[in-house]
């Protein structure tokens, strides 16, 4: 059974600092995603990760993969407040498009 | 604008009564969609897998007779929760993608239906 694990669970930083998010799956899987949630929304698809050492980047969001490790991490560079949301990683689990989620990391970012 | 789209946005509903919950897709044809369902400040879990033209595939813990999946068209999946109760209030979320078997394709999300059940 594949698991999905994030740690932290919840993050309180302030503005302008650096923080990682870390995403840890118990079984192979071909693929990875990381979505962002706000209140009351739905799922914000920030990237897809496919291949061992991939790396991505948008805006102050950087997301990694090791597949051997079977871990992937969200790093925050130089936080700001609008990052502040609930960010999910999710694990591709059998059919390309089934996916499992982590429990979520909470961020909040304080000015 | 939303490639997946949820119907109702909410919904209150009293006990013991059926609701349901629409997901289209709305420029692509999906033969596998996928219901979640999410309660206040949990993660996504899984409920079942729909399939175009034949039985939902539901996720362990997950009662078929009460949440009934139909998949009648390559455009629309629907949840219907049956005798719904308190307990069963959450966020219900669909996915689906244009190419449900391609590792990477893009999965898109329903905006997300509220149900309150008093």
């Known amino acids: 059974e594949l698991k999905v694990e994030q740690n932290p669970l919840f993050l309180s930083m302030q503005e302008g600092k650096n923080y990682t998010i870390y995403c840890n799956y118990s079984t192979t899987s071909d693929r990875l995603y990381w979505y962002r949630q706000d209140p009351g929304k739905s799922l914000e698809s920030l990237f897809v990760?496919?291949?061992?050492?991939a790396v991505k980047q948008e805006g102050r969001l950087m997301a990694s993969l090791d597949t051997k490790a079977r871990l992937s991490t969200l790093h925050i560079t130089a936080a700001v407040h609008d990052l502040s949301a609930t960010y999910f990683c999710a694990v591709g689990y059998s059919s390309a498009s089934k996916i499992i989620f982590g429990s979520g990391t909470r961020l909040s970012i304080r000015p | 604008g939303a490639v997946v789209s949820q119907h109702p946005s909410w919904v209150i509903c009293k006990s013991g009564t059926s609701v349901k919950i629409e997901c289209r897709s709305l420029d692509f044809q999906a033969t596998t969609m996928f219901w979640y369902r999410q309660f206040p400040k949990q993660s996504l879990m899984l409920m079942a897998t729909s399939n175009e033209g034949s039985k939902a595939t539901y996720e362990q813990g997950v009662e078929k007779d009460k949440f009934l999946i139909n998949h009648a068209s390559l455009t629309l999946s629907t949840l219907t929760v049956t005798s719904a109760h308190p307990e069963d209030s959450s966020f219900y979320i669909c996915?689906?993608?244009?190419?449900?078997?391609?590792?990477?394709?893009?999965?898109?999300f329903g905006e997300g239906s509220w149900l309150t059940v008093v």
């Open positions: 990760l496919l291949s061992n050492g």
């Open positions: 996915s689906a993608s244009r190419d449900s078997r391609t590792p990477g394709n893009t999965i898109y």
